[in-house]
């Protein structure tokens, strides 16, 4: 009998020791991720004002920190912190949180490198640090995550030169680099990746050739490569993306395929194009940047000795530690919680739609992994649109306005009038835009109008408007939504009346010339028919609706917005024009808007541009060609060109006479001012 339970005993004694180690492992995991969220929170939020919820002696997956998600094992697998203010830095300590699988710190202003350890995080699929003040180069240590599906680092201060060991993120759909200061070539590594959708490029500093592997990826619908200076032969395949492949502003490009580029000549058509990049400073390939991609067969036999070994591992303790563990797992399930990190107030979400925005709270990632439905809430039963009449490729779903915005979370807030509201948001492929929100009581209340106004707004395309994205109407929330290019450098109005100390800087002269040209050539495409499109007046131009993008390029901002609105609501919207100045003596008299009340409205924008005033008063307008030192901004410091100023007086002066018919066309102050 002692035998037989000493045996025993000695079968239990092991099983009960592994079982403790388990246990005894699964904290000592907690203690380290408690470490690295500790060291996470210290850094990006040194002031505490943000992640104050995050104790040191908390549970992360209790529910109380704040942006944390977890898995059932109690395991860190996302933290999403987009649009939180936050100020300070990535430690290196992230790399510490092993399972993560998304991390969404975008709209911060986060400082410093990026660092190297990132690399560490073999698990995560989505990485979000774009739109901070990040610096240095793009960590090489990135190309390690091999479950990588959306890299955004756009929008930041980031140097050096794309890695070409990136070619070896065999899972990656998004590569978005944008508006950088990166430099050097493009790596042809890229065109190894199969899954690219979307690659943005757009406004750095790099040069060399496209690679032609790059036209070869079968999935790629987006290459924007604008504003680089970037040469050579362009490879045909691009031009079955149309639209999507996107290359102005890099005039050393040519190409036979491709309308807007200059024919190569023989010399440019041996700029090695297919060659790999990036080159020497002797045109050689730099060979020993390019790392060999892993073997997979063999990472394949690794995993499945590991998985053998662990399954015999599990099938000794499997009888005696079952109830321990399985005791263990439901505490953890019981207090595991999704961190909520899309602080909204439920009142402002419609019923029929709660639970798509649990769906998308219970998501790693807000903005990509949610599913959308194929359905679309429109205000009408039977569909806005369903009648043909605006395409389907400028259609959103209720689901993606709603997540890209943070549920039109205060902190998105743009602006807000009395019929409209506009918020900043990022859309899954995460290029930033702004939604604005209109009222059912705003708009026109016969759908087959409001549905001709949108179809008139899809139409209108110039480098010098507000793209327009696309739409959204919801009969649960009684609000349509238009989806705008976001226009990071804000409106016009906000670099007039400049004061020291003030956050805007001085528009110096030639940029003050080149938004006034763009002004221009915006409003004569509207007044225009060209593209197919009806002539358009705009109504409403002010310096509020001038939008300047990254590189103060101006665009007139919610055109043809009238066609949209009940008309009680355009009236509405005149009282702050005429307060401004902005609104032609005619009105008065017809109360009607034409083109030559859009002329006069641009007349005194470009008083406004040249004086750095808002308010212009009659008298100078009357006196601008004659009183130039008395007219130009004083805080140019004189340096402006006197040709130039005395031309834009005069136009001013034309466009705004008294009687419209002394006023020019657009197209003629076009004309002028390319002279």
Excluded at 637 to 660: D, K, M, N, P, Q
């Amino acid at each position: 009998m002692a035998a037989a339970a000493a045996r025993g005993l000695s079968w239990l004694l092991p099983l009960l020791a592994l079982l403790l180690l388990t246990v005894l492992a699964a904290a000592a995991r907690d203690e380290g991720e408690l470490r690295a969220l500790a060291a996470l929170r210290a850094a990006l939020d040194p002031a505490g004002r943000v992640l104050g919820s995050w104790a040191r002696a908390g549970d992360p997956c209790g529910g109380g920190f704040v942006g944390v998600a977890c898995d059932r094992e109690g395991r860190v697998t996302a933290v999403s912190l987009q649009g939180r203010g936050l100020s300070g830095t990535l430690p290196p300590a992230v790399a510490g949180l092993r399972r993560l699988r998304g991390l969404y710190l975008h709209y911060n202003g986060l400082k410093g490198p990026i660092p190297r350890e990132i690399g560490g995080l073999s698990e995560l699929a989505d990485l979000y640090l774009d739109v901070n003040h990040l610096s240095g180069p793009v960590p090489a240590e990135i190309a390690a995550m091999a479950n990588l599906q959306v890299l955004q680092l756009g929008y930041n201060q980031l140097t050096g030169s794309i890695p070409p060991q990136l070619g070896n993120l065999n899972k990656l759909a998004v590569l978005a680099l944008q508006s950088n200061q990166l430099t050097g070539a493009i790596p042809a590594t890229l065109g190894d990746l199969t899954q690219l959708t979307r690659v943005d490029l757009s406004f750095n500093n790099l040069f060399g050739s496209i690679p032609s592997k790059i036209a070869d990826v079968p999935s790629l619908e987006v290459f924007d490569v604008r504003n680089n200076t970037l040469s050579g032969s362009v490879p045909a395949g691009l031009k079955r993306l149309n639209g999507g492949f996107q290359y102005v502003n890099n005039k050393g490009l040519c190409g036979a395929e491709f309308i807007s580029l200059d024919l190569c000549t023989s010399t440019e058509d041996g700029l090695r194009p297919s060659k790999p990049e990036p080159f020497g400073p002797d045109g050689t390939v730099k060979t020993g940047q390019v790392p060999q991609s892993v073997d997979p067969h063999t990472t394949k036999s690794a995993k499945a000795s590991a998985g053998v070994l662990i399954v015999g591992v599990l099938a000794v303790v499997i009888g005696a530690a079952f109830c321990g563990i399985f005791a263990f797992s439901y505490y953890r399930r019981q207090k595991q919680k999704i961190g909520s990190s899309l602080e909204v107030s439920d009142s402002r979400l419609s019923t029929d739609h709660f639970q798509q925005k649990e769906a998308c709270r219970r998501s790693a990632s807000p903005l990509i992994s949610v599913e959308y439905s194929n359905g679309w809430d429109t205000m009408s039963g039977g569909g806005c649109g369903s009648s043909g009449e605006v395409g389907d490729s400028f259609r959103f779903n209720l689901e993606e306005v709603e997540c890209a915005t943070q549920y039109f979370s205060e902190v998105n807030l743009l602006g807000k009038s009395g019929f409209a509201a506009t918020f900043k948001g990022i859309l899954r492929d995460g290029s930033v835009v702004a939604v604005k929100s209109l009222n059912k009581t705003s708009c026109k209340q016969e759908e087959s109008d409001f549905l001709r106004g949108l179809k008139t707004l899809t139409m209108l395309r110039h480098e010098n408007l507000v793209g327009l994205r696309g739409f959204c109407c919801s009969r649960g929330r009684g609000e349509c939504f238009l989806v705008y290019d976001f226009m990071v450098n804000g409106c016009l109005s906000h670099y007039l009346d400049v004061k020291e100390g003030s956050e805007a800087s001085v528009l110096d002269w030639p940029t003050r010339v080149s938004i006034i040209r763009g002004i221009a050539k915006g409003i004569e495409y509207l007044h225009s028919k060209k593209s197919n499109k009806p002539s358009l007046v705009h109504q409403n131009i002010s310096a509020d609706k001038i939008l300047l993008d990254h590189h103060f390029a101006p665009c007139l901002s919610v055109p043809g917005l009238h066609k949209l609105l009940a008309d009680d609501v355009v009236f509405s919207t005149l009282k702050a024009s005429a307060a401004m100045g902005y609104l032609a003596p005619e009105y008065a008299n017809t109360g009607r808007f034409t083109e030559k009340s859009d002329v006069f409205a641009f007349g005194i924008v470009v008083l406004q541009v040249i004086t750095g005033r808002r308010a212009v008063s009659q008298v100078k307008v009357g006196t601008a060609s004659s009183d130039l030192e008395g007219l130009i901004d004083p805080y140019l410091g004189g340096i402006f060109s006197t040709t130039e100023a005395a031309r834009l007086a005069e136009v001013a002066v034309h466009c705004t006479s008294e009687a419209a018919s002394q006023r020019p066309t657009m197209e003629a102050v076009v004309q002028q001012l390319s002279g």
